[in-house]
């Protein structure tokens, strides 16, 4: 009785084994969301526009139910940034592998103030550009999202003024 018990422990170890193996095949086999942003230089009386790139490097196509992006004024960016601000409505569409997809807009929807640009070289507060995108593996049903987020830094020394990548909030699950 005792070797049965033996061989039924070691049979299910062994299934557990095999079923994390094919959930890690599958892992790497699933779509991957990646953003990036290319953005115009800021001046006063101008929209500063913001161009986002998402790009499909996983294997299988993905079915992006949501890609929204904001750009807004913080002292300190959020946990959870609002996107109450960002124009379009949810729609859907297939991403295959490897293909991108982008999204123009202009980041405060209106142009920048002296008074923005002041705040902003300032630094008083930090202008940041967000974005998300939420998405299922059209293969397996599940869901993912992907955020991202940049900083504008004004020039500082030898540092060029432009959008770097934020140390929160960039994350893919």
């Known amino acids: 009785m005792d070797k049965l018990n033996l061989q039924a422990g070691a049979a299910n170890r062994l299934a557990g084994d095999t079923e994390k193996a094919n959930d890690n095949a599958a892992s790497t086999d699933r779509p991957w969301i990646g953003i990036a942003l290319q953005a115009e230089a800021l001046e006063v009386g101008k929209i500063p526009n913001v161009h986002i790139f998402a790009t499909n490097a996983g294997r299988r196509p ?4 949501w890609m929204v992006a904001a750009g807004n004024l913080f002292t300190e960016f959020p946990e959870e940034p609002s996107y109450a601000s960002a124009k379009g409505e949810k729609s859907t569409f297939i991403l295959v592998p490897n293909s991108p997809v982008n999204m123009d807009y202009g980041i405060t929807g209106e ?8 705040i902003i070289n300032a630094r008083t507060q930090t202008l940041f550009e967000y974005a998300k995108v939420e998405y299922t593996d059209v293969r397996t049903g599940k869901s993912y999202f992907t955020h991202a987020c940049w900083r504008y830094i004004p020039a500082f020394g030898t540092m060029k003024s432009g959008f770097y990548d934020c140390a929160e909030y960039n994350e893919a699950k």
């Open 62 to 65: 993905a079915k992006i139910t």
């Open 111 to 118: 142009p920048l103030t002296e008074q923005t640009m002041w």
